[in-house]
């Protein structure tokens, strides 16, 4: 076990080395460029669109899920444990400047999302049973049939990586989260935790068995009211610390600011932090949280009711925003506004979260607030993710045999709450970082299409993709 760790760590270290964070950002900046900066450019149209789809009835267009579903099951699969324990081990390992250099991939990132959402609407195919299907495998082959390799590629490793990072790791993380709760609150049960966690486990294969029975419009149906709410709940927690500290968080902004380009002199040389590192986690982190540039979030916004790919291109751009810009600062602000004690140098994780919600609930009410989110943040992630992989595995095998993949991913979230997971975590994350590879390839030559969509605002796609026969 150790000899496999070892290496995957090895192989992590190039697959999210420098050459990867580069691409990514590379990627961000040509599309803000060749978009016209549409994440700024189209900011108060994308709250407009976003937030009032919360309050309307769209009307009936092709497609699988509404807008809004689209982006609920998306931002479930973003909206995650990476937004408590990720910024978390942030701060720690770069200093609160990484955060900065997290809003700066998220603001990357808004492009390179928009642009993976048009381009998954205009490549869309539809099925024989009518269902639309689309993301980086069918806008890879737009690219040519000598692409289509690179396009199977990418629906191996997604649907290989859904078992992972969007299955046993978040069926683990919900069970820790209720395991943690009940040592919190009733000390003496120690010996219940085993059964609980297998009860956690058992509790989600159902809940996944039954999303992925339902399909798209069921796990879309189930994100649009579950996303709004676990995310309500965690920011108004977040605020509570916040306020509560106000102090604290006018010092923490400027920490941010500072420590981004001169760690050094902000933290006194604390762990040797330097603006390397907190560059390098902050990117990374903020890549890992909002996903842009991955390829997952345009195989859910294939299936919207829409005729506009720019139109869902918005809705990509705000998930990157809620995701990075709105719940992972208010995460990282109620930890330095708290005063937590920090352990810059060395990894730290949600309890760095606990401890700043402890000033202000108290610590077993802090404890129970935190368990609840990152169990709802593990069940939304794992019912997106269990409609990527499934989506992936379709294409591979045309649509074949995909109640034995529901069975094994069903599987592996009764089996995921009671294992060691040191080494899925690890492969999980190399996982992510080869899909990343494929979907990059497509997107820089597509970048041309994106372009030109941007420029005609609301116009059915070209050369009529959505009604292309998949099997």
């Known amino acids: 076990m ?42 108060g149209d994308m709250l407009h669109l976003t937030l009032g789809a919360f309050s309307r009835r769209e009307p009936t267009r092709p497609g699988e899920v509404t807008p809004l579903q689209a982006m609920t099951t998306a931002l479930a699969a973003t909206v995650g444990t990476g937004n408590i324990a990720g910024v978390a081990g942030a ?21 390179t999302k928009y642009a993976e959402v048009v381009l998954a609407v205009r490549y869309r195919q539809r099925a024989a049973d009518g269902r639309f299907y689309g993301g980086p495998m069918y806008y890879i082959c737009a690219l040519g049939r000598g692409f289509r390799p690179l396009a199977w590629a990418f ?23 209720a395991t943690f709760a009940l040592a919190a609150l009733f000390p003496g049960l120690t010996g219940a935790q085993a059964p609980l966690r297998t009860t956690v486990g058992i509790l989600l294969s159902l809940a996944v068995t039954l999303a992925l029975t339902g399909g798209a419009a069921l796990i879309g149906r189930a994100t649009e009211r579950l996303v709004p709410w676990m995310s309500a709940l965690y920011a108004l927690a977040a605020l ?28 006194g040389g604390a762990a040797g932090i330097g603006m390397r590192a907190a560059l390098r986690c902050g990117m990374e982190r903020g890549m890992f949280s909002h996903e842009a540039g991955m390829g997952s979030a345009p195989i859910a916004h294939a299936g919207a009711q829409t005729e506009a790919p720019d139109r869902q291109g918005l809705f990509g751009i705000f998930e990157v925003f809620a995701d990075t810009i709105v719940i992972c600062t208010l995460t990282a ?27 202000a609930f108290g610590n077993g009410l802090a404890a ?18 269990s409609l990527y992989g499934e989506r992936c595995f379709a294409y591979l095998t045309g649509g074949r045999a995909t109640a034995l993949y529901r069975a094994l991913f069903a599987l592996a979230a ?13 492969l999980a994350g190399t996982l992510n970082g080869l899909m990343a590879a494929p979907n990059l390839v497509a997107l820089f030559p597509l970048s041309g299409e994106v372009a030109r969509i941007s420029r005609h605002i609301g116009q059915k796609p070209r050369g009529g993709c959505a009604q292309t026969v998949l099997y």
Do not use: H
């Open 2 to 43: 150790e000899a496999v760790l070892r290496l995957n760590e090895r192989l992590s270290a190039v697959v999210w080395g420098w050459p990867m964070l580069a691409l990514l950002v590379l990627a961000g900046v040509v599309f803000s460029v060749r978009t016209r900066f549409v994440q700024f450019r189209r900011f």
């Open 91 to 111: 701060i720690a390992l770069g200093g609160p400047g990484a955060v900065f250099w997290m809003w700066v991939s998220a603001f990357l990132g808004m492009a």
């Open 155 to 177: 629906a191996l490793l997604g649907a290989l990586a859904a078992f992972g990072i969007g299955n046993m790791v978040q069926a683990n993380t919900a069970a820790d989260a």
């Open 240 to 267: 509570t610390v916040i306020l509560r500290n106000l102090p604290g968080a006018g010092r923490a902004l400027g920490d941010i600011v500072r420590c981004a380009f001169s760690p050094e002199s902000a933290l």
């Open 333 to 359: 602000l109620a930890i330095l506004a708290s005063g937590a004690k920090v352990p810059y140098g060395r990894a730290a994780g949600s309890e760095l979260v606990i401890f700043a919600f402890g000033t």
């Open 368 to 385: 129970l607030l935190t368990a609840a989110c990152l169990a709802l943040f593990a069940l939304s992630t794992m019912l997106a993710w």
């Open 414 to 426: 009764a089996l995921g709450a009671s294992m060691r997971l040191e080494a899925v975590w690890a």
